[in-house]
């Protein structure tokens, strides 16, 4: 009868002592939080993709709260996160511009110089000799790291090329950084016009590993009404501080791989020939 | 020196010989559950020698000097259970308050440990190996040492069996148990290997 007594008592004391213990540091220990820091947060995706160049949304709104970062960061709650990150921050809402990932590669067709059967990752083969099996230098390679790399479905290899659905697109760009061959951009979204090609090589040689690479002919930038594009070390460049997405370069262009790629999901980019 | 001697057999035995993870099966869950990134594999390592030292010490004591004295030895299980459970409680939030840094580096993994069963059979081990302090807390800390070993070993396993090109019936976790029970078998060859 004792023992019973002195388990059920040992246990009962020591329960008391520790729940005390622990009830009086919770409030010596209490450590002060900024009550925005939680709202902040709610305004927030919670998608942690780190477009905003912090660790993650948590690590952003106290980033905001230190007066470290600005609002209006956070590309894939744009314009309603800023707003009510705003709100509760109580300062004027900042107009965010919304920007898309672009691949600036179309070519389905470009050729193979070797045959990769490595890890099925456009890292990796990047090992291959020169810069991945591909045969143009700057062609996607299409083994879909930057589809593994997004968090929001948005960028997917179709046709052996990656191709970004802008409407899923948020903009923290994770693609752009995984991307070996450094082909993916950011582009305004809704922009009409754009250059799907990245290849800087001479007209004749891209013509030799690609039907639809950019061969620098200077149509386009004949064309041109604005000064706004020019074809520099052999590659078609946009200024869209010029641009105002008239469309005539996209008519004359003999490759038809200027066009309006955001707004257009299909690949109905016709290769200039077929092989 | 005599003393010296135990306590290196005591280590080489906690982190080779009888590793709590690949030889006596304790603490599988977070193994399994959070080895699949090398950086946070050595996270909750650290959390766990932290927590198993910490551990070690206090049912030391409170076994010697409140459960022996009292004839409860029978209640050791529920006892250290109490014991660990607020002490993890208090520990995590005076790091909070008294080092921010070490909290935003332990502190997801500290609550995790809580009621992992390493850290409560480190503390009945203790018991049953009859240690005195200074060995329990070397045995608690080498223990979490072994843990963590196996921890980054098999989380670096897992991040090569990531990219392998393996049937679609094995990939992840039967994989991962596979590795895990091959890794176990190479551990086995460090048993009966004792300094005495």
Known sequence: MEKILYAVLVLAVMGAIFGGVLAVASKVFAVKTDERLPKLVEALPGANCGGCGFAGCQAYAQAVIDGKAEIGLCAAGGQEAAKKMSAVMGVEAVEVERKVAMVKCRGQNHLSKARYEGISDCR???????NGPSACPSGCLGFGTCTTAC???????VNGVARVDADKCTGCFQCMEVCPKGIIIPVTYHTDIVIACSNHDRGA??????????????????QCEFDAIHVINNLATIDYSKCVSCG??????????????NLRTDMDVVPAMQR | MNTFITLFAISLN????ENFILVKFLGICPFMGVSKKTDTAVGMGIAVIFVMALASAATWAVNEFLLVSLGLEYMQTVVFILVIAALVQFVEMFLQKAMPSLYQALGIYL?????????????LLNV?????????????????IGFT????????IRQRLEDCDCPKAFKGFPLALIAAGLLALSFMGFSGFRVF
């Open chain 1, 124 to 130: 990796s083969a990047m090992f291959v000799t020169g």
């Open chain 1, 151 to 157: 968090k929001f479905d948005a960028i997917h290899v």
């Open chain 1, 205 to 222: 040689n891209t013509r030799k590993v690609c039907d639809i690479g950019c061969v620098g002919c200077h149509l386009c930038e004949k």
């Open chain 1, 248 to 261: 005539r370069c996209a008519a004359v262009c003999p490759r038809h791989l200027i066009s309006d790629s």
């Open chain 2, 14 to 17: 906690a982190i080779l010989a």
């Open chain 2, 111 to 123: 609550p995790l440990i809580t009621t992992n069963c390493a850290v409560l059979g480190v503390a």
């Open chain 2, 128 to 144: 049953q190996n009859s240690y005195t302090f200074i060995e329990a807390v070397v045995y608690g800390i080498t223990g979490g």
């Open chain 2, 149 to 156: 070993l196996a921890i980054v070993l098999f989380s670096s």
